[in-house]
């Protein structure tokens, strides 16, 4: 039997896939929530989308890394972070929020337009910094964006402790979970928090006076 082979000098021709933003910007576009999503498109199990286009590859962590690819969460737009993803691809909070406020960003209004490229006069995003870090830097020194662009308050301070304190206590709250409950304005009834009283407390007011969340709260 004869076997088919290639012509000598002539090279196999590569597949050409399109960039990464491009490739992005349509996995963004499908509304999944997870990678297994994604695979499972890939295999032609959800005949109710559009066809899987040929330029883009099935494993994008592969033919993305180096080219802009920082996991899964950020390429499918969901902000979700794998804990090993945040040492692999991002920066440390400190050096992240420093290399975010250099931007010039005012609210966090302007950084979802300079994130989705609204803002090309404020430059590019900078290596490491991510899209969503209030996702990334859930658990490692993350306030709200006013902290994170350098701009709390418009005054670059929160209210002392002690008056934050007396306002925190005539809420009526009981404990910590109550507390972030209505920073995320789930009780509606109690009203919203002032901009000038974080929500994590206890960061911003160690060593000045914080003793606790049962303190914060006058809990007897």
């Keep these: 039997l004869k076997t088919k082979t290639q012509s000598p000098g002539v090279p196999r021709k590569s597949r050409v896939f399109r960039s990464f933003e491009d490739a992005r910007t349509f996995a963004r576009s499908l509304g999944f929530k997870s990678s297994l999503q994604w695979q499972s498109y890939w295999r032609g199990e959800m005949a109710n989308l559009p ?3 040929s330029d883009i590859p099935g494993s994008p962590p592969g033919y993305y890394r180096g080219k ?12 979700n972070v794998a804990p090993s993803d945040k040492k692999k691809f991002y920066l440390p909070f400190e050096e992240a929020r420093d290399a975010a406020r250099k931007l010039g960003l005012k609210s966090s209004v302007e950084w979802y337009k300079f994130k989705k490229g609204l803002m090309p006069e404020n430059g590019l995003l900078p290596p490491g910094v ?9 658990k490692q020194g993350w306030i709200d964006y006013q902290d994170w662009l350098g ?3 418009k005054r670059n301070r929160w209210r002392p402790f002690e008056p934050a304190r007396a306002w925190a206590r005539t809420l009526g709250l009981r ?17 919203l928090r002032p901009h000038d009283i974080p929500k994590d407390v206890y960061r911003v007011y160690e060593g000045k006076g914080w ?9 007897v």
């Design 68 to 79: 802009g690819w920082q996991g899964w969460g950020d390429f499918l737009g969901t902000g």
């Design 130 to 138: 991510p899209q969503n870090p209030k996702h990334v830097y859930k």
């Design 175 to 191: 404990t910590a979970r109550e507390w972030f409950r209505f920073c995320d304005n789930k009780i509606p009834e109690k009203g």
């Design 211 to 219: 003793k606790g969340i049962e303190d914060w709260l006058g809990v």
């Design 151 to 153: 701009r709390p308050n």
């Design 51 to 53: 066809a899987r286009p």
